[in-house]
């Protein structure tokens, strides 16, 4: 059974950091693109970034470029997302979700598997 | 970028009814669309991909059709578990975007 379980969530003051992390199972991780939606509150899905399955081919949305960077660690089976210079509009559900090795571009989708999300709050 | 509408924004339902949701690209994305659904508090599902292939353990009563700028995601008898939030989401050029969503309430 694939499993997604994201942690690292949490109140951040504006300009602070965290480090999100994505452990996953119950499939080959080195072969699956990788990427971080999020969701604000009430508001709709932005995918912020992807990383091919070798971790050499990455992506950002020009809202988080420069202060997100995303990484992969295959032989932990793990999704990193170190962000920096937090801003009150990154207040989100942050969610990793997988996308098929074959036939698709590393950050297009289709995204089969999500994880439950966390929780980025970032305020004074 | 390419931008993806929907439309209704909001539907009411009952139960056995025949649900259609359109998606429309601001350009032409061939084939490379895929349908979500998202209930609240919850991550959101894949349903369709590639505009209408079924993902595995999807009820058949979900369909998806269309190509170039305009899709339906139809669902052919509402059940009660069906009442959620539905998006769009293109995959053909970088940005990859989402639709703005369609809330399925009940009638």
């Known amino acids: 059974e694939v499993q997604l379980v994201e942690s690292g969530g949490g109140l951040v003051q504006p300009g602070g950091s965290l480090r999100l992390s994505c452990a996953a199972s119950?499939?080959?991780?080195?072969?699956?693109?990788m990427s971080w939606v999020r969701q604000a509150p009430g508001k709709g899905l932005e995918c912020v970034s992807a990383?091919?399955?070798?971790?050499?081919?990455?992506y950002y949305a020009d809202s988080v470029k420069g202060r997100f960077t995303i990484s992969r660690d295959n032989s932990k089976n793990t999704l990193y997302l170190q962000m920096n210079s937090l801003r009150a509009e990154d207040t989100a559900v942050f969610y990793c979700?997988?996308?098929?090795?074959?036939?698709?571009?590393?950050?297009?989708?289709?995204?089969?598997?999500w994880g439950q999300g966390t929780l980025v709050t970032v305020s004074s | 970028d390419i931008q993806m509408t929907q439309s209704p924004s909001s539907l009411s339902a009952s139960v056995g009814d025949r649900v259609t949701i359109t998606c429309r690209a601001s350009?032409?994305?061939?084939?490379?669309l895929n349908w979500y659904q998202q209930k609240p508090g919850k991550a959101p599902k894949l349903l369709i991909y590639?505009?209408?292939s079924l993902q595995s353990g999807v009820p058949s009563r979900f369909s998806g059709s269309g190509s170039g700028t305009d899709f339906t995601l139809t669902i052919s008898s509402l059940q009660p578990e069906d009442f959620a939030t539905y998006y769009c989401?293109?995959?053909?050029?970088?940005?990859?975007?989402f639709g703005p969503g369609t809330k399925v309430d009940i009638k």
């Open positions: 350009q032409s994305i061939s084939s490379y």
């Open positions: 990383i091919s399955g070798s971790g050499g081919s990455t």
């Open positions: 989401q293109q995959g053909s050029s970088i940005p990859p975007t």
């Open positions: 979700a997988t996308t098929p090795g074959d036939n698709y571009d590393f950050w297009s989708g289709p995204f089969d598997y």
């Open positions: 590639a505009a209408s």
């Open positions: 119950g499939f080959t991780f080195s072969s699956y693109a």
